[in-house]
């Protein structure tokens, strides 16, 4: 069947670009340094209303891109990234909501960042693109959302790195956003995490072709961005679906084979997707979004997350972890939904049972879709938005 | 006060080197291929008793060696790995028990490895060495402790990789031990662990100083070794130590610093710990004893414990977990307690409430100290042994 004729499916899509902050009007960043002029890529799936009221953000996580859904041509082997997600009659439903989603600056997908050209030398930013926050990400995703006419969001929901920018959103933006929607997310990096991020930034310094990041005229740190990424796919599952996934198993072999070849089936899967992210991702960029998560905190140092969310107290709020998820365990949504309550925010917190670990907030779809269509009704019942009465479409 | 004149203290010791296996009769591996010469470095503390009933083998884990306890010298700033566990008065008390410690095959700390000169080639073996396995490592000691004239062990203990091998020892020689103590250990690499220990892996294979194995003339794979430690170290604790640890605090300074330096204390200690253990330890040490712990699975790929436990009937355990131990954690010691139950075996259990993670084998001294004397004063009592009713030095 046709990429097109898929049921369910937003079918051929394309990217955009929107381009802003023009010098001498430069965003200003939160190291204080100025980036401009900014591109973001992003795509919209469904249409927007009268009001533009049923417009939903969604925030993609490290990795992301602007792709979540549908297909950039009909000969394109694979949907976008979160494409069970975004559709007709699907979780965020295109047949009621006009949805947005940004790529982040900072990353390699056709926004500025550390890979673009510097239009003051001509050549890639490398090292020289300024050190970039999640409040960053959000501050420029504002100005898109101010170009697409929209007052209001619907909703900001992201996992992981994308509910880290849903959470900014909502404390940075309260007037801007009716709910805020973080799976399996955090409201500050804990260290065990800003030490994975830091032995996969040390994997890309220590390949001798990352060359202090000034990489794009010759080879590239395939090897160091490959092993960040097979450190990073080791946290995204859990100790449980790794038995079930690969257990002991060996890969195209009987026995073991008593040398230093890859031989059992996880070792494999690691090089798989150590070897195929290469391809498709700038590992500049793995530094300064690493990076950009380690400085996530809300409570600015001060561990009062309740202050933190202070300013998000009107918004309504459906926190969602995953029970094996040991990246952002668990408790971290819990301290998110204890600061917002003492706020007396309207929050919505689920735990979900799962053993997919953090990889869980892409996986669990069946359950996400009850819980996410539920709570988008009744925040759109509760704001007296007619929008999703029925199909914006009819 | 002079390091010989600690209380406690075993004083100074030095190590010792045993040599077997000449050729023609080299060790037989498992994989089939002869290793010979082989010398061992071990380190003994306390006296032997008549009978030699009173001795105890300490199994060492990944990077240890066997200098347990004392001093090489009285200039030693730093005591052996495990100082608090061995001495007179200690959990190993010296008054009571000999206590031996052997450096693994594979090592590089004295034992024959990989950095060892092949005496065939007259160079370092290099990755010429063959790949060996926990029960290699278990067999050489056997002849270790034939050397030393020891019967029957009083017990194997060991944490981590020392509990694998003291699970093996069981399992292989139930003849020659009384009892076992396996520390945080488990009975089978989970496909988590072996996935961790191939990024130590593939992070040495990626420094281009590795030159396959062949580094010994030249400049050594230090930036990969330094990475695949700092990745051991992130395992070696646990989210919760490190929020105690090292929390989001910055390394002397007050604010982000908006660069790529090292920012945060916990990226500060991983450096520390990378960059000190290139002074110690080898690379191709790293990759050979890595590989054996893969490759251990006491059920060889059949899944059935309770079958691989079946010889081990007769031996007295003390199985050992911690709470927050998340490298081996603690379901896998109750594998082992279920499978040693199922055969009638003598197993006491004991699941450690700690923060530590899987380094509370190693911290949690006070605990361990009561298990362990406790237990061993029953296995003595229970075995008729006179050793224990007294010091044995009175």
Redesign the interface.
């Known amino acids: 069947m046709a990429a097109t004729g898929k049921p369910g499916s937003v079918g051929i899509v394309s990217t955009q670009h929107f381009t802003f902050a023009q010098p001498p009007h430069e965003l200003r960043l ?4 100025k980036l401009g002029p900014i591109t973001l890529a992003y795509e919209t799936y469904g249409r927007p209303n009268a009001d533009r009221s049923n417009a939903i953000l969604i925030l993609h996580a490290l990795s992301g891109d602007a792709h979540v859904a549908g297909y950039h041509s009909p000969d394109d082997k694979k949907p976008g990234w979160w494409d069970e997600a975004v559709g007709p009659g699907k979780m965020f439903d295109t047949d009621r909501y006009w949805v947005i989603c940004s790529n982040v600056i900072g990353g390699c997908k056709g926004s500025t960042g550390p890979s673009s050209v510097n239009p003051r030398t001509g050549r890639p930013y490398g ?1 020289s693109f ?2 970039i926050t999640i409040a960053d990400m959000v501050n420029a995703q504002r100005y898109l959302i101010d170009h697409l006419g929209i007052d209001k969001l619907l909703t900001v929901v992201g996992g992981s790195m994308g509910g880290m920018q849903a959470l900014q959103w909502a404390v940075a933006y309260p007037e801007r956003v009716r709910s805020c929607i973080p799976l399996a997310a955090t409201a ?5 995490t ?3 991020n ?2 996969g ?3 890309i ?4 072709h990352w060359n202090h990041g000034d990489y794009y005229d010759g080879p590239r740190p395939n ?2 961005l490959a ?1 960040a990424r ?2 990073g796919h ?1 946290t995204y ?1 859990s ?1 449980k679906s ?2 079930r ?4 198993r060996l890969q195209n072999r009987e026995r ?1 084979g ?3 070849s890859v ?5 494999s899967y ?1 090089q798989y997707h ?1 070897e195929n992210f290469i391809k498709r991702f700038d590992a500049n960029s793995y ?1 300064y979004i690493t ?1 950009a998560m ?2 996530f ?1 809300l409570a600015n ?1 001060t561990g009062n997350l309740v202050r933190a969310f202070a300013p998000a107290a009107g918004v309504k709020f459906l926190v969602v972890s995953f029970t094996s998820d ?1 990246l952002y ?1 668990s408790y971290q949504s819990r301290e998110i939904v204890s600061a917002l309550k003492a706020n007396g925010a309207d929050v919505t917190y689920c735990d979900v049972d799962s053993d997919y670990g953090h990889d869980a907030f892409l996986l669990e779809v069946n359950t996400l879709t009850q819980l996410i269509s539920d709570f988008l009704a009744r925040v759109c019942r509760e704001e007296g938005l007619e929008i999703c009465a029925e199909p914006a479409s009819v």
């Open positions: 939160e190291s204080g340094e090292l300024p050190v500050r990096l804990s260290p065990q800003i030490a994975l830091e032995v930034r040390q994997a310094y220590r390949d001798p090897a160091g092993l097979m450190i080791i599952l100790d790794m038995h996934k690969f257990g002991r073991y008593y040398d230093f031989e059992f089936e996880v070792e690691l150590g530094l990076k380690d400085y905190d140092g040991w365990p």
